[in-house]
């Protein structure tokens, strides 16, 4: 039986990965029908069985060492929808679950419904949308072939999108629909690709479109069009202009979902397309043009933080700048002969900065609540009121400046010892200089937060002490991440190696 016979078998635990799709569906629909009081409680059981259902997914690829697959309704491809669970695939779905069950732990504090007071509308929706981003982003990482991977992304961004606006106020209606716009008008430049694609070689399924795909004039035009409506919706410099008012607007925990998770489904459709789809085809000039977009957004994403005087805004443009790094893994990998280090340090800045940067958007929420403001110039007494929210935002900003033991240590550090290795020196100076304008803002919100308060201060609220503890584990996540070079095996590349004798990496 060939490789891609095998492929296209179904794999023990392979119904696991239909389940990891629909039981935040099923969620989102139960909370719908018992209504709003109730939504939360639908919510939180949905998380906790969706968590264990990832769980064993992780643990079945631990245990067979190759991707999981399940055809659906027992077609095979091309007829047939393929779902595939790799190391990647693992990897993000374990820190999405990990991120939406902090950040509902989060927000029950600003989205609960306490006995007694009646169902509000913003509450309702937090809830059923936390869970829609939840499916739709497990099915992105499932997703075995590019058409439903569209579907995936339509169902994220008409999910996302309303977390803009939950307080209904004009600036943040205003800023999702900007978000609205990039993101319909990137599907469409998307859906355009897969036309082409599926007109030329008869079919959808990511690895027998890899088998088949040549170096034809169709080909690149479909790269063109798919890569570009992809930059779109992650938000890539110059594509970046929906991002900081979307996120800064919107309340802490949505903007912690739409900087920590939201922006990384489109970023994985990438992966797939470069690394799975036209791996074969794709030049070290293409490469070198989507890093070389990454490494102005690192610069400029830094530079603009650097004079914001909103602590949100700041966060917002340093995701810009984040992104940016996600996208140097790209000409590394196609340098190589062996990519697994370049990939590994793409997935590890991805799950890095997933959790530093929900961790920061969340601390800001708190230290908003509690000075009643988010001015940079105006942070005194802060470290007093909120000391484990302070000591999160700096384990945090360790993470993103690349400081060890945390996961952007390790994460910039295979990068940069990629690049070295295939002699491309300017993008581990891109990661340096990087580092360093990160750390900058990174210090002075740290110390700002650290001077005394006036005399006669009292902070406006008082924040619940298990608010204070979901921030700092998360940032906790981000710090000791680095530690996952003792582990025993590199699961990102798990299935991987299957897939590499199909033309794949």
Not at 44 to 55: A, Q, R
Not at 293 to 314: D, E, P, S
Not at 322 to 341: C, K, N, R, T, V
Request: proline fraction near 5%; glycine fraction near 10%.
């Amino acid at each position: 039986m060939t490789t891609l016979a095998l492929m296209q078998q179904a794999t023990p635990g392979g119904l696991l990965l239909v389940l990891a799709v629909l039981l935040p569906f099923a969620g989102m629909l139960a909370g719908l029908a018992l209504g709003g009081r109730r939504a939360q409680s639908v919510a939180w059981v949905t998380i906790i069985c969706g968590l264990g259902v990832v769980l064993a997914i992780a643990r079945r690829l631990l245990d067979s060492g190759d991707a999981l697959r399940y055809p659906l309704g027992g077609w095979l491809p091309p007829l047939g929808v393929m779902l595939r669970a790799d190391g990647l695939s693992v990897c993000m779905m374990l820190v999405v679950a990990l991120v939406t069950g902090a950040v509902a732990l989060y927000a029950n504090g600003d989205f609960g419904t306490p006995a007694g007071t009646g169902e509000a509308r913003a509450p309702f929706a937090f809830w059923l949308l936390l869970l829609a981003v939840w499916g739709s982003l497990n099915l992105v990482f499932v997703s075995g072939d590019i058409f439903t991977l569209y579907v995936a992304l339509e169902l994220l961004t008409f999910a996302g999108v309303p977390l803009v606006s939950l307080d209904g106020r004009a600036e943040t209606l205003q800023a999702a629909l900007r978000y609205l716009l990039f993101a319909l008008i990137g599907s469409m430049l998307y859906l355009l690709g897969v036309f082409l694609l599926y007109g030329a070689y008869g079919t959808l399924d990511i690895a027998l479109l890899a088998e088949r795909i040549g170096a034809q004039p169709l080909a690149w035009a479909a790269v063109a069009l798919m890569s570009a409506g992809m930059l779109a919706k992650t938000a890539l410099f110059p594509l970046h202009l929906w991002l900081p008012p979307a996120h800064a607007g919107a309340p802490a925990a949505a903007s912690a979902l739409l900087s920590a998770i939201v922006v990384k489904g489109s970023w994985f459709v990438i992966v797939r397309l470069w690394l799975d789809v036209f791996a074969a085809i794709v030049s070290g000039s293409f490469t070198q043009l989507l890093a070389g977009l990454g490494a102005a957004a690192i610069i400029f994403g830094n530079v603009v933080a650097l004079r914001q005087i909103r602590l949100k805004l700041l966060i917002a443009y340093s995701t810009v700048a984040q992104i940016g790094y996600l996208f140097l893994m790209f000409p590394i990998a196609a340098g190589q002969h062996d990519s697994a280090q370049a990939v590994t340090g793409g997935l590890l800045q991805a799950v890095s900065h997933a959790t530093a940067k929900s961790a920061m958007f969340l601390a800001a929420g708190l230290i908003y609540g509690t000075l009643g403001h988010d001015r940079l110039a105006d942070l005194r007494g802060v470290a007093r009121a909120l000391p484990m929210t302070v000591t999160a935002f700096a384990l945090a900003g360790i993470a993103l400046i690349g400081l060890p033991p945390s996961g952007g240590f390790l994460a910039k550090w295979l990068l940069l010892s990629a690049a070295l290795a295939a002699g491309q020196w300017w993008w581990a100076l891109v990661i340096l200089v990087g580092g360093l304008l990160t750390s900058i803002y990174v210090f002075t919100v740290v110390v700002r937060s650290m001077e005394p308060a006036a005399p006669d201060w009292i902070p406006e609220t008082q924040v619940p002490r298990y608010r204070q503890i979901a921030v700092l584990g998360l940032a906790m996540c981000s710090f000791l991440l680095g530690l996952a070079v003792l582990l025993p095996v590199d699961v990102t590349q798990i299935g991987r190696t299957v897939m590499s004798a199909t033309g794949m990496p």
